[in-house]
C-alpha cells in the first residue's frame, strides 16, 4: 500500500479571473447594415436575431453574478453568435464595411492593459478566453477532499484545457494581427494556460490515485506527468513574452510544484524499487527528488502559498527518511555500488487527462441565428463543394457499375451460374427466349391452333351462306320477270333483270372466287399445322424448363471429388454475391451520405479558408471510396479463383458436351416459336378476311334486296298499267307520260346525271294521268332516336334512251307530279358506298390471304343529279398493285 500523498493535504491550486470590457451596442450597427445592404423588410424579420445578441453582449458586460455553470452556458452562446455574424456582416474600419463598432477588452493580468479593434476575432478571442477561466473557477470551486470532487474538478480543469487550446490553434493568431493587443491572448499564454490546466487535472487523478491505494510504480508514473505539465508551463513563463507579465507568485507556485511532483514521482518510484530489492537505484532516485526539491525553494521568488511550502518540507522528510533506510541497508547487506543521478533513466510518465474538444461544443453550423442572410460568396463556395461532391459520388458510381458489369461478362464466359443450376436441376432459359415461350403459352400455344381453325371453317360457312342466299334473291326475281314477260309479251317494256344486275352477278362471282382461294389458303395452314405439330410440340411443355437437358454427373470417377469440386465452385460464387450486394448498398450510402451533406451552415460560420474546410468535409467520403477499392479488389481475385475451379468442374461434368445438347434444344424452342408465329399470323389473316368478308357480303345482299323489292313494285305498277290497256283505259294523250325508264346499275366512277330537260309542269298538262309511280327509299341507320319517319331514297336514275315513243321527251323516273307514294326528302343524304375488302398480305406468305378487292368511295353527288340507286356498285374489279396474284386463278 502506497503512503498518503504529501500534497493531498494542501491541493493547492490556481483559477483565472475574467477578462474586463467596456459597453458596445451592436444592435444599431447591424440593423443598419441589413437595412442598407438587404432591405427593411429583412431587417424587420430579423429583429428577433438582433435583440439576442444585444442580450448576449450587455450579459457578458456585466459583473458575474450567476452560477459558474450559467456564466459557462452564456459564453458559450455568445461565441456562437459571433461566428454567424462574422460570416455575414464585414467588421472593420472599410468604409463600406461596419466601421463604427470598436471592440475593447482589457488584459486579466494587466489590468490597465487593453486592446482595441475593428475587429470581431479579438471578442470572439476574449469569449474564449473567459470560458476557460470559468472552467478553471468552477474546477476550484469544487470540493476536492473527495474522490468524486476531485473527480468533477479534473472534467473541469480538462474543459479549461481545451478552451485555452481552442482560442490558441484558432483565434489568438487573428486576435493579434491589430495595432492593439494584449498578452494575455497570445498564442504563447494560450497554450501555458492549457498546459497549467492540464497539471492540475493530472494532480487531481493523482490524488484519486493515491486515494485508492493504487500500486507504487502507478503512482510515481502519474506524478510524474503532472510534473512535466507544470515544468512545461513554467517553460512558457520564463521566456517572452510572458516573463515579465505575470506576477512572481505565480512563478513561485509552478516552480515549486513542477519540483513538488517530479520528487513525489521519485519518493513512489523508491518504494518500488525497494520493494524489488533494487537498492542502489533507489537511493540515487531519492536524492535526486532531495536534490530537486532543494533547488525549487532556493531559487523560487517569494510568494508562495504556505500550503504548499509545507507540503514540500513534509515530501522532503519522508525522501530523507527513506533515503538513510536505504543507505544503511546497503552498506550492511547489498553493498551495491549508487551510480550518479544522471546516468539514471528519466522517470517513466503515464498521461490520463487531455483537452476536452471543443469543436462539438462551439461548433456554431447548427447556429439559425441569421440564417436568411447567405452572403455571395457563402453561395460560390457551396456550389464548389457540391460539384466537388458529385463528382466524388458520379467516379465512385461508375466504378461500381464497372465492377458489376464485369463480374456479370466474366461469368456469362465461363456459363455461370447455369452450369452449376442445371447440375441441380434448376433449368433456366434466357430471359428473351423464356419471354417468347410465354407469350405463346398465353395465347394457348400450339394446342389451341385447332380452335383458331374451327374458327375459321365456321366464318367461311357463313359466308358461303350468305352468298348463296343473295344469289337466290336475284335468281327469284329474274325468274318472275321471265314469267311476266312470257305472259305479257311486248306490253311489258322494263328491260330484263339481267341487264340490270350485271355488277351485282358479277361482284357475288368475285366473292364466290375469294372464298375458293380463301379455302386453299385454309387448306395450306391446316397442312402446315399438322406437318409442324411434332415441332412445336416442345411449347406446350409446362414448366417449358423441362425440355432441357440436364447435366449428369460423370458415370466413373477415380478420386469421387466432383461434390467438393462443385461444392467449393458453389461457396464462391455466393461469395461473389456477397460482394454484389455490398457494393449495392456502398452505392446507397454514397446517395445517403450526399443527401444529408449541407455545409452551407458551416461556410457560414467558418473563419478559415474554404479549401482547408472542403478538405476536411470532402474527407467523409474517403472511408467509403477506400471500401469500394477493397470491394472491387476482392472480386477481381474472387473471380480468377471462379475461373480456375470452373475449369475442373468443366473438366469433371463434361461441360462441353452438355452446352451442345442446350444449345439444341434452344434452337428446337426458337424455330417451334418461329413457326407457330407464322400459322398463329396466317390464322389471324384468315379471321379477319372472313369478318371482313362477311360484312362486304352482307352489304351486297341488302343492295339486292333493295332491288329486289323496287322491282316488285315497279312490276305492281306495270301490271296496273297494262291492265288499264287492255281494258281500253289508257289515253293516246298519256302515251308519252306513262313511259318508265330503267336503268342498268351505273359504274362506280359516273356521277349521275340529271335529266338534260326539265320535266313536264303537271299544270300544262290539262288531260295526263300522272302515274303513282312510288321511288324505293332504303331504310336509313336506326339509330335515330325521336326521329319516327325514316328518310327515304329515290329510286334508279339514269338517262338511256326511253322505251316509250321516241317523239316525246324522256321524264325521269322521279317524276315531280303531285301525290306520290313516297315523295323524295328535302335534303338527301347520300346513300353509304358500297365497299370491296381486301387485306395486304401478311410477312411469311408469298402473297395475299384472300384477294378481296378493295372498296372505292363513291363519288358525291353533284347538285341536282338524281340520288344513286342504292345496288350501286363499283367499277370492274382490279386487284391492289402491291398484291399478287397467288390466291387468281
Given at each position: 500500500?502506497?503512503?498518503?500523498?504529501s500534497?493531498?493535504?494542501?491541493?493547492?491550486?490556481?483559477?483565472?479571473?475574467?477578462?474586463?470590457?467596456?459597453?458596445?451596442?451592436?444592435?444599431?450597427?447591424?440593423?443598419?447594415?441589413?437595412?442598407?445592404?438587404?432591405?427593411?423588410?429583412e431587417?424587420?424579420?430579423?429583429?428577433?436575431?438582433?435583440?439576442t445578441?444585444?442580450?448576449?453582449r450587455?450579459?457578458?458586460?456585466?459583473?458575474?453574478?450567476?452560477?459558474?455553470?450559467?456564466?459557462?452556458?452564456?459564453?458559450?452562446?455568445?461565441?456562437?453568435?459571433?461566428?454567424?455574424?462574422?460570416?455575414?456582416?464585414?467588421?472593420?474600419?472599410?468604409?463600406?464595411?461596419?466601421?463604427?463598432?470598436?471592440?475593447?477588452?482589457y488584459?486579466?493580468?494587466?489590468?490597465?492593459?487593453?486592446?482595441?479593434?475593428?475587429?470581431?476575432?479579438?471578442?470572439?478571442?476574449?469569449?474564449?478566453?473567459?470560458?476557460?477561466?470559468?472552467?478553471?473557477?468552477?474546477?476550484?470551486?469544487?470540493?476536492?477532499?473527495?474522490?468524486?470532487g476531485r473527480?468533477?474538478?479534473s472534467?473541469?480543469?480538462?474543459?479549461?484545457?481545451?478552451?485555452?487550446?481552442?482560442?490558441?490553434?484558432?483565434?489568438?493568431?487573428?486576435?493579434?494581427?491589430?495595432?492593439?493587443?494584449?498578452?494575455?491572448?497570445?498564442v504563447?499564454?494560450?497554450?501555458?494556460?492549457?498546459?497549467?490546466?492540464?497539471?492540475?487535472?493530472?494532480?487531481?487523478?493523482?490524488?484519486?490515485?493515491?486515494?485508492?491505494?493504487?500500486?507504487?510504480?502507478?503512482?510515481?508514473?502519474?506524478?510524474?506527468?503532472?510534473?512535466?505539465?507544470?515544468?512545461?508551463?513554467?517553460?512558457?513563463?520564463?521566456?517572452?513574452?510572458?516573463?515579465?507579465?505575470?506576477?512572481?507568485?505565480?512563478?513561485?507556485?509552478?516552480?515549486?510544484?513542477?519540483?513538488?511532483?517530479?520528487a513525489?514521482?521519485?519518493?513512489?518510484?523508491?518504494?518500488?524499487?525497494?520493494?524489488?530489492?533494487?537498492?542502489?537505484?533507489?537511493?540515487?532516485?531519492?536524492k535526486?527528488?532531495?536534490?530537486?526539491?532543494?533547488?525549487?525553494?532556493?531559487?523560487?521568488?517569494?510568494?508562495?502559498?504556505?500550503?504548499?511550502?509545507?507540503?514540500?518540507?513534509?515530501?522532503?522528510?519522508?525522501?530523507?527518511?527513506?533515503?538513510?533506510?536505504?543507505?544503511?541497508?546497503?552498506?550492511?547487506?547489498?553493498?551495491?555500488?549508487?551510480?550518479?543521478?544522471?546516468?539514471?533513466?528519466?522517470?517513466?510518465?503515464?498521461?490520463?487527462?487531455?483537452?476536452?474538444?471543443?469543436?462539438?461544443?462551439?461548433?456554431?453550423s447548427?447556429?439559425?441565428?441569421?440564417?436568411?442572410?447567405?452572403?455571395?460568396?457563402?453561395?460560390?463556395?457551396?456550389?464548389?463543394?457540391?460539384?466537388?461532391?458529385?463528382?466524388?459520388?458520379?467516379?465512385?458510381?461508375?466504378?461500381?457499375?464497372?465492377?458489376?458489369?464485369?463480374?456479370?461478362?466474366?461469368?456469362?464466359?465461363?456459363?455461370?451460374?447455369?452450369?452449376?443450376?442445371?447440375?441441380?436441376?434448376?433449368?433456366?432459359?434466357?430471359?428473351?427466349?423464356?419471354e417468347?415461350?410465354?407469350?405463346?403459352?398465353?395465347?394457348?400455344?400450339?394446342?389451341?391452333?385447332?380452335?383458331?381453325?374451327?374458327?375459321?371453317?365456321?366464318?367461311?360457312?357463313?359466308?358461303?351462306?350468305?352468298?348463296?342466299?343473295?344469289?337466290?334473291?336475284?335468281?327469284?326475281?329474274?325468274?318472275?320477270?321471265?314469267?311476266?314477260?312470257?305472259?305479257?309479251?311486248?306490253?311489258?317494256?322494263?328491260?330484263?333483270?339481267?341487264?340490270?344486275?350485271?355488277?351485282?352477278?358479277?361482284?357475288?362471282?368475285?366473292?364466290?372466287?375469294?372464298?375458293?382461294?380463301?379455302?386453299?389458303?385454309?387448306?395450306?395452314?391446316?397442312?402446315?399445322?399438322?406437318?409442324?405439330a411434332?415441332l412445336?410440340?416442345?411449347l406446350?411443355?409446362?414448366?417449358?424448363?423441362?425440355?432441357?437437358?440436364?447435366?449428369?454427373?460423370?458415370?466413373?470417377?477415380?478420386?469421387?471429388?466432383?461434390?467438393?469440386?462443385?461444392?467449393?465452385?458453389?461457396?464462391?460464387?455466393?461469395?461473389?454475391?456477397?460482394?454484389?450486394?455490398?457494393?449495392?448498398?456502398?452505392?446507397?450510402?454514397?446517395?445517403?451520405?450526399?443527401?444529408?451533406?449541407?455545409?452551407?451552415?458551416?461556410?457560414?460560420?467558418?473563419?478559415?479558408?474554404?479549401?482547408?474546410?472542403?478538405?476536411?468535409?470532402?474527407?467523409?467520403?474517403?472511408?467509403?471510396?477506400?471500401?469500394?477499392?477493397?470491394?472491387?479488389?476482392?472480386?477481381?481475385?474472387?473471380?480468377?479463383?471462379?475461373?480456375?475451379?470452373?475449369?475442373?468442374?468443366?473438366?469433371?461434368?463434361?461441360?462441353?458436351?452438355?452446352?451442345?445438347?442446350?444449345?439444341?434444344?434452344?434452337?428446337?424452342?426458337?424455330?417451334?416459336?418461329?413457326?407457330?408465329?407464322?400459322?398463329?399470323?396466317n390464322?389471324?389473316?384468315?379471321?379477319?378476311?372472313?369478318?371482313?368478308?362477311?360484312?362486304?357480303?352482307?352489304?351486297?345482299?341488302?343492295?339486292?334486296?333493295?332491288?329486289?323489292?323496287?322491282?316488285?313494285?315497279?312490276?305492281?305498277?306495270?301490271?296496273?298499267?297494262?291492265?288499264?290497256?287492255?281494258?281500253?283505259?289508257?289515253?293516246?294523250?298519256?302515251?308519252?307520260?306513262?313511259g318508265?325508264?330503267?336503268?342498268?346499275?351505273?359504274?362506280?366512277?359516273?356521277?349521275?346525271?340529271?335529266?338534260?330537260?326539265?320535266?313536264?309542269?303537271p299544270?300544262?298538262?290539262?288531260?295526263?294521268?300522272?302515274?303513282?309511280?312510288?321511288t324505293?327509299?332504303?331504310?336509313?341507320?336506326?339509330?335515330?332516336?325521336?326521329?319516327?319517319?325514316?328518310?327515304?331514297?329515290?329510286?334508279?336514275?339514269?338517262?338511256?334512251?326511253?322505251?316509250?315513243?321516241?317523239?316525246?321527251?324522256?321524264?325521269?323516273?322521279h317524276?315531280?307530279?303531285?301525290?306520290?307514294?313516297?315523295?323524295?326528302p328535302?335534303?338527301?343524304?347520300?346513300?353509304?358506298?358500297?365497299?370491296?375488302?381486301?387485306?395486304?398480305?401478311?410477312?411469311?406468305?408469298?402473297?395475299?390471304?384472300?384477294?378481296?378487292?378493295?372498296?372505292?368511295?363513291?363519288?358525291?353527288?353533284?347538285?341536282?343529279?338524281?340520288?344513286?340507286?342504292?345496288?350501286?356498285?363499283?367499277?370492274?374489279?382490279?386487284?391492289?398493285?402491291?398484291?399478287?396474284?397467288?390466291?387468281?386463278?
Open positions: 500500500m502506497a503512503s498518503p500523498s500534497t493531498a493535504a494542501t491541493n493547492v491550486m490556481l483559477a483565472i479571473f475574467e477578462k474586463k470590457t467596456v459597453s458596445l451596442d451592436l444592435y444599431r450597427p447591424l440593423r443598419n447594415y441589413i437595412a442598407f445592404n438587404y432591405s427593411e423588410r431587417a424587420q424579420n430579423l429583429e428577433d436575431d438582433l435583440q445578441l444585444k442580450q448576449y450587455s450579459e457578458i458586460e456585466r459583473v458575474p453574478a450567476d452560477s459558474l455553470p450559467a456564466r459557462r452556458d452564456i459564453l458559450q452562446n455568445y461565441y456562437k453568435a459571433l461566428c454567424a455574424v462574422e460570416s455575414r456582416f464585414p467588421i472593420s474600419p472599410d468604409k463600406d464595411h461596419i466601421n463604427s463598432v470598436f471592440f475593447t477588452w488584459d486579466t493580468f494587466k489590468n490597465k492593459q487593453k486592446a482595441v479593434q475593428q475587429n470581431i476575432h479579438l471578442e470572439k478571442a476574449a469569449v474564449l478566453f473567459n470560458l476557460g477561466a470559468v472552467h478553471s473557477q468552477m474546477g476550484l470551486s469544487l470540493d476536492r477532499s473527495a474522490v468524486e473527480r468533477q474538478a472534467h473541469s480543469f480538462i474543459a479549461a484545457a481545451g478552451a485555452f487550446a481552442f482560442l490558441r490553434d484558432n483565434v489568438a493568431m487573428k486576435a493579434s494581427m491589430g495595432s492593439s493587443t494584449t498578452v494575455d491572448m497570445s504563447e499564454c494560450a497554450g501555458m494556460l492549457e498546459r497549467l490546466m492540464l497539471a492540475q487535472a493530472q494532480e487531481c487523478v493523482f490524488e484519486n490515485t493515491i486515494a485508492k491505494g493504487s500500486t507504487p510504480g502507478v503512482c510515481a508514473k502519474i506524478s510524474r506527468q503532472a510534473g512535466i505539465y507544470y515544468e512545461e508551463a513554467l517553460a512558457a513563463l520564463n521566456v517572452a513574452p510572458l516573463n515579465y507579465h505575470f506576477d512572481k507568485g505565480w512563478l513561485a507556485h509552478v516552480q515549486l510544484k513542477a519540483a513538488l511532483f517530479y513525489e514521482a521519485c519518493y513512489r518510484y523508491g518504494m518500488e524499487l525497494h520493494d524489488k530489492e533494487e537498492i542502489a537505484e533507489e537511493i540515487a532516485r531519492l535526486s527528488g532531495i536534490s530537486a526539491l532543494s533547488e525549487a525553494k532556493k531559487t523560487s521568488p517569494r510568494g508562495a502559498a504556505q500550503q504548499l511550502l509545507d507540503a514540500i518540507n513534509k515530501l522532503e522528510a519522508n525522501l530523507n527518511q527513506n533515503l538513510a533506510r536505504a543507505v544503511k541497508e546497503n552498506d550492511r547487506v547489498y553493498l551495491m555500488r549508487v551510480p550518479q543521478a544522471s546516468s539514471l533513466a528519466p522517470l517513466p510518465a503515464f498521461s490520463l487527462v487531455k483537452p476536452m474538444p471543443m469543436n462539438d461544443v462551439l461548433d456554431a447548427k447556429e439559425k441565428m441569421f440564417a436568411s442572410l447567405v452572403p455571395d460568396n457563402s453561395a460560390k463556395a457551396l456550389s464548389r463543394y457540391t460539384e466537388m461532391v458529385d463528382d466524388v459520388i458520379r467516379s465512385q458510381a461508375e466504378r461500381l457499375q464497372r465492377g458489376s458489369e464485369l463480374a456479370r461478362v466474366r461469368l456469362r464466359e465461363m456459363d455461370l451460374p447455369d452450369s452449376i443450376l442445371a447440375l441441380e436441376g434448376n433449368l433456366t432459359l434466357p430471359m428473351a427466349l423464356k417468347d415461350v410465354e407469350a405463346v403459352q398465353v395465347c394457348g400455344g400450339p394446342a389451341g391452333l385447332e380452335a383458331e381453325l374451327q374458327q375459321l371453317k365456321d366464318l367461311k360457312r357463313v359466308n358461303q351462306e350468305l352468298l348463296v342466299q343473295t344469289e337466290e334473291l336475284l335468281q327469284k326475281e329474274a325468274t318472275e320477270d321471265s314469267q311476266f314477260r312470257s305472259q305479257f309479251g311486248t306490253r311489258w317494256t322494263r328491260p330484263q333483270s339481267s341487264t340490270l344486275t350485271k355488277n351485282l352477278q358479277d361482284r357475288l362471282n368475285r366473292f364466290a372466287g375469294n372464298l375458293k382461294q380463301a379455302a386453299e389458303s385454309d387448306a395450306r395452314i391446316e397442312r402446315s399445322v399438322r406437318d409442324h411434332a412445336m410440340s416442345i406446350d411443355r409446362h414448366p417449358i424448363e423441362s425440355a432441357l437437358p440436364t447435366l449428369a454427373r460423370p458415370i466413373m470417377s477415380l478420386d469421387a471429388n466432383e461434390d467438393a469440386i462443385a461444392g467449393a465452385l458453389k461457396q464462391s460464387l455466393r461469395q461473389l454475391e456477397g460482394l454484389g450486394a455490398q457494393r449495392a448498398g456502398l452505392e446507397d450510402m454514397l446517395k445517403e451520405m450526399k443527401r444529408k451533406d449541407d455545409i452551407l451552415p458551416k461556410l457560414m460560420t467558418s473563419t478559415g479558408s474554404h479549401e482547408d474546410l472542403f478538405r476536411k468535409e470532402i474527407a467523409k467520403y474517403d472511408h467509403i471510396c477506400e471500401e469500394i477499392a477493397q470491394n472491387l479488389e476482392a472480386q477481381e481475385q474472387l473471380l480468377l479463383q471462379i475461373q480456375t475451379q470452373n475449369e475442373d468442374f468443366a473438366s469433371i461434368f463434361n461441360l462441353e458436351d452438355y452446352k451442345a445438347s442446350r444449345e439444341r434444344i434452344y434452337k428446337q424452342i426458337e424455330a417451334a416459336i418461329s413457326k407457330y408465329r407464322e400459322i398463329k399470323e390464322i389471324n389473316e384468315g379471321l379477319k378476311f372472313y369478318v371482313t368478308l362477311q360484312d362486304a357480303i352482307t352489304n351486297v345482299k341488302q343492295q339486292c334486296s333493295d332491288f329486289v323489292m323496287t322491282r316488285n313494285i315497279q312490276c305492281r305498277e306495270m301490271m296496273d298499267e297494262v291492265q288499264r290497256q287492255i281494258s281500253g283505259l289508257s289515253f293516246q294523250d298519256n302515251k308519252g307520260s306513262n318508265y325508264n330503267y336503268t342498268s346499275v351505273p359504274q362506280s366512277h359516273q356521277v349521275p346525271r340529271s335529266n338534260p330537260q326539265p320535266p313536264t309542269d299544270a300544262n298538262m290539262p288531260n295526263a294521268v300522272r302515274p303513282q309511280t312510288p324505293y327509299h332504303p331504310p336509313q341507320q336506326p339509330a335515330m332516336a325521336g326521329n319516327p319517319q325514316q328518310p327515304t331514297m329515290p329510286g334508279y336514275t339514269q338517262n338511256p334512251p326511253p322505251y316509250g315513243p321516241p317523239q316525246q321527251p324522256t321524264p325521269p323516273y317524276l315531280q307530279a303531285s301525290g306520290p307514294p313516297y315523295p323524295p328535302q335534303h338527301q343524304q347520300q346513300p353509304p358506298p358500297s365497299h370491296d375488302y381486301g387485306q395486304p398480305a401478311y410477312p411469311g406468305w408469298r402473297g395475299p390471304y384472300y384477294n378481296v378487292p378493295p372498296q372505292q368511295p363513291a363519288p358525291p353527288q353533284q347538285p341536282g343529279s338524281m340520288p344513286r340507286p342504292p345496288y350501286t356498285v363499283p367499277s370492274p374489279y382490279h386487284p391492289p398493285p402491291h398484291q399478287s396474284g397467288y390466291y387468281r386463278q
